[in-house]
Protein backbone atom coordinates (compact mmCIF):
# COMPACT_ATOMS: atom_id res chain seq x y z
CA UNK A 1 0.00 0.00 0.00
CA UNK A 2 1.57 3.78 -0.55
CA UNK A 3 1.73 6.62 0.94
CA UNK A 4 -1.61 7.99 1.67
CA UNK A 5 -2.63 11.55 0.63
CA UNK A 6 -4.47 13.63 2.21
CA UNK A 7 -6.47 16.48 0.72
CA UNK A 8 -5.40 19.91 2.65
CA UNK A 9 -6.74 20.57 5.85
CA UNK A 10 -6.70 23.53 8.94
CA UNK A 11 -2.64 23.56 10.21
CA UNK A 12 -3.58 21.79 13.34
CA UNK A 13 -3.83 18.87 10.79
CA UNK A 14 -0.61 16.79 11.50
CA UNK A 15 1.38 16.31 7.42
CA UNK A 16 3.32 13.20 6.65
CA UNK A 17 5.97 12.73 4.61
CA UNK A 18 8.39 9.67 3.23
CA UNK A 19 10.31 7.88 5.48
CA UNK A 20 14.18 8.25 4.22
CA UNK A 21 17.44 7.18 5.81
CA UNK A 22 19.44 9.42 7.93
CA UNK A 23 22.94 9.07 9.73
CA UNK A 24 22.47 7.49 13.12
CA UNK A 25 23.37 5.42 16.12
CA UNK A 26 20.08 3.60 16.59
CA UNK A 27 16.99 3.22 14.03
CA UNK A 28 14.03 3.54 15.75
CA UNK A 29 10.98 2.34 14.28
CA UNK A 30 7.80 1.93 15.10
CA UNK A 31 4.90 1.00 12.39
CA UNK A 32 1.51 -0.58 12.59
CA UNK A 33 -0.99 -2.38 9.48
CA UNK A 34 0.05 -1.22 6.40
CA UNK A 35 3.05 0.26 7.81
CA UNK A 36 5.20 -2.40 7.62
CA UNK A 37 5.61 -1.76 3.91
CA UNK A 38 6.82 1.68 4.56
CA UNK A 39 9.46 0.15 6.42
CA UNK A 40 10.41 -2.15 3.76
CA UNK A 41 11.06 0.82 1.35
CA UNK A 42 12.95 2.47 3.72
CA UNK A 43 15.49 -0.13 4.08
CA UNK A 44 15.74 -0.94 1.02
CA UNK A 45 16.45 2.76 0.00
CA UNK A 46 19.52 2.34 2.53
CA UNK A 47 23.30 2.98 0.96
CA UNK A 48 24.52 0.57 3.02
CA UNK A 49 21.59 -1.79 4.45
CA UNK A 50 23.46 -4.29 6.47
CA UNK A 51 25.15 -1.41 8.74
CA UNK A 52 21.41 0.27 8.94
CA UNK A 53 19.78 -3.01 9.96
CA UNK A 54 22.81 -3.67 12.66
CA UNK A 55 21.00 -0.55 14.09
CA UNK A 56 17.82 -0.69 14.03
CA UNK A 57 15.38 -1.35 16.50
CA UNK A 58 11.45 -2.06 14.81
CA UNK A 59 8.68 -2.62 17.39
CA UNK A 60 5.05 -3.58 15.64
CA UNK A 61 2.07 -4.25 15.82
CA UNK A 62 -1.23 -5.21 13.77
CA UNK A 63 -3.25 -2.59 12.32
CA UNK A 64 -7.25 -1.31 13.30
CA UNK A 65 -8.01 -3.17 10.82
CA UNK A 66 -6.31 -6.87 11.04
CA UNK A 67 -3.37 -6.54 9.02
CA UNK A 68 -0.59 -8.21 10.32
CA UNK A 69 2.45 -7.73 8.38
CA UNK A 70 5.16 -8.81 11.57
CA UNK A 71 6.78 -11.84 9.81
CA UNK A 72 7.65 -9.30 6.36
CA UNK A 73 9.64 -7.15 9.16
CA UNK A 74 11.30 -10.24 10.91
CA UNK A 75 12.56 -11.29 7.94
CA UNK A 76 14.19 -8.07 6.90
CA UNK A 77 16.69 -8.70 9.73
CA UNK A 78 16.91 -6.12 12.08
CA UNK A 79 19.11 -6.28 15.24
CA UNK A 80 15.54 -5.94 17.16
CA UNK A 81 12.08 -6.96 15.95
CA UNK A 82 9.22 -7.03 18.67
CA UNK A 83 5.68 -7.79 17.86
CA UNK A 84 3.37 -6.08 20.08
CA UNK A 85 -0.26 -7.07 19.96
CA UNK A 86 -1.78 -3.72 19.99
CA UNK A 87 -0.75 -0.16 20.37
CA UNK A 88 -1.78 -0.22 24.30
CA UNK A 89 0.78 -3.00 24.71
CA UNK A 90 3.36 -1.49 22.33
CA UNK A 91 3.56 1.89 24.09
CA UNK A 92 5.63 0.41 27.05
CA UNK A 93 8.31 -1.51 24.95
CA UNK A 94 8.39 1.84 23.03
CA UNK A 95 8.78 4.04 27.01
CA UNK A 96 11.52 1.04 27.85
CA UNK A 97 13.39 1.62 24.79
CA UNK A 98 13.60 6.11 25.09
CA UNK A 99 15.17 5.72 28.29
CA UNK A 100 18.17 4.00 27.06
CA UNK A 101 18.45 5.89 23.51
CA UNK A 102 20.79 8.96 23.22
CA UNK A 103 21.04 12.30 21.10
CA UNK A 104 21.44 11.01 17.44
CA UNK A 105 18.97 8.36 17.78
CA UNK A 106 16.60 8.27 14.47
CA UNK A 107 12.94 7.80 14.44
CA UNK A 108 10.43 6.93 11.64
CA UNK A 109 6.97 6.10 12.42
CA UNK A 110 4.75 4.54 9.85
CA UNK A 111 1.07 3.25 9.66
CA UNK A 112 -1.91 4.32 11.20
CA UNK A 113 -2.66 8.22 12.58
CA UNK A 114 -3.65 6.27 16.13
CA UNK A 115 0.18 4.65 16.38
CA UNK A 116 2.04 7.37 14.66
CA UNK A 117 0.54 9.99 17.40
CA UNK A 118 1.06 8.43 19.89
CA UNK A 119 4.60 7.27 19.10
CA UNK A 120 5.58 11.29 18.39
CA UNK A 121 3.82 12.00 21.97
CA UNK A 122 5.99 9.84 23.63
CA UNK A 123 9.36 10.43 21.60
CA UNK A 124 8.83 14.11 21.97
CA UNK A 125 8.27 13.81 25.97
CA UNK A 126 11.84 12.58 26.61
CA UNK A 127 13.19 15.72 24.75
CA UNK A 128 14.41 14.76 21.30
CA UNK A 129 13.46 17.31 18.78
CA UNK A 130 10.91 17.03 16.29
CA UNK A 131 13.52 16.94 13.45
CA UNK A 132 14.32 13.66 14.17
CA UNK A 133 11.05 12.00 14.09
CA UNK A 134 10.39 11.30 10.41
CA UNK A 135 5.88 10.11 9.81
CA UNK A 136 4.55 8.10 7.02
CA UNK A 137 1.07 7.28 6.98
CA UNK A 138 0.15 3.96 5.15
CA UNK A 139 -3.09 1.97 5.38
CA UNK A 140 -6.26 2.81 7.71
CA UNK A 141 -7.08 6.48 8.02
CA UNK A 142 -9.70 5.58 11.02
CA UNK A 143 -9.29 8.56 13.76
CA UNK A 144 -8.46 8.22 17.54
CA UNK A 145 -10.77 10.89 18.83
CA UNK A 146 -11.28 12.74 22.09
CA UNK A 147 -14.73 14.37 23.63
CA UNK A 148 -14.30 17.35 24.44
CA UNK A 149 -17.58 17.46 26.44
CA UNK A 150 -16.18 14.33 28.66
CA UNK A 151 -13.16 13.86 27.33
CA UNK A 152 -13.03 10.28 27.03
CA UNK A 153 -10.97 9.18 24.23
CA UNK A 154 -12.79 6.83 21.14
CA UNK A 155 -10.64 4.70 19.42
CA UNK A 156 -10.90 3.60 15.62
CA UNK A 157 -13.85 5.96 14.71
CA UNK A 158 -14.79 5.20 11.05
CA UNK A 159 -18.21 7.11 10.72
CA UNK A 160 -19.27 10.69 11.22
CA UNK A 161 -20.79 12.14 13.23
CA UNK A 162 -20.29 8.66 15.69
CA UNK A 163 -21.77 8.45 19.46
CA UNK A 164 -19.08 8.74 22.14
CA UNK A 165 -18.07 5.74 23.70
CA UNK A 166 -18.75 7.07 26.80
CA UNK A 167 -20.98 9.55 27.39
CA UNK A 168 -23.31 8.94 24.63
CA UNK A 169 -23.13 12.32 22.80
CA UNK A 170 -23.47 12.22 18.90
CA UNK A 171 -19.91 13.53 17.87
CA UNK A 172 -18.70 15.80 15.00
CA UNK A 173 -15.02 14.51 14.28
CA UNK A 174 -13.31 17.63 13.49
CA UNK A 175 -9.57 17.84 11.47
CA UNK A 176 -8.35 19.94 14.69
CA UNK A 177 -5.97 17.74 16.33
CA UNK A 178 -4.36 17.72 19.63
CA UNK A 179 -0.41 16.77 19.59
CA UNK A 180 -0.71 16.47 23.58
CA UNK A 181 -3.08 13.98 23.18
CA UNK A 182 -2.47 12.37 20.17
CA UNK A 183 -6.13 12.57 19.05
CA UNK A 184 -8.66 14.90 17.03
CA UNK A 185 -11.53 16.65 18.78
CA UNK A 186 -15.30 15.64 18.48
CA UNK A 187 -17.84 18.19 19.21
CA UNK A 188 -21.53 17.72 20.19
CA UNK A 189 -23.54 17.54 16.58
CA UNK A 190 -27.03 18.11 18.35
CA UNK A 191 -25.86 20.37 21.06
CA UNK A 192 -28.68 23.13 19.82
CA UNK A 193 -30.97 21.70 18.25
CA UNK A 194 -31.37 18.23 20.63
CA UNK A 195 -32.22 14.79 18.30
CA UNK A 196 -31.22 16.40 15.17
CA UNK A 197 -28.69 14.34 13.90
CA UNK A 198 -27.37 13.91 10.30
CA UNK A 199 -26.97 10.21 8.78
CA UNK A 200 -23.84 9.08 10.15
CA UNK A 201 -21.59 7.79 6.80
CA UNK A 202 -18.44 5.88 7.12
CA UNK A 203 -15.90 8.73 6.19
CA UNK A 204 -12.43 7.11 7.29
CA UNK A 205 -11.93 3.61 6.37
Given at each position: MTKTEFPPAIKS???YGVLAPRPGALHL??????????????????????SMLAST????????????????????????????PT???????????????????QFYL??????????????????FPATDIQKEHRGSTVRRVQCVH?????????????KCSHCGLNLYVR?????????FQGVNIDAEDPGQIPQSVVKFK
Open positions: RPVIVADGDGAAAVTDLLAKASDRAHIIYTPGPDGTDRSADLAALGAAQCYRAIPTLLPRLQRVLIDAHMGTAGTEGLIGQAERDIMATGCKGITENVATDPFDHYSRRLAA
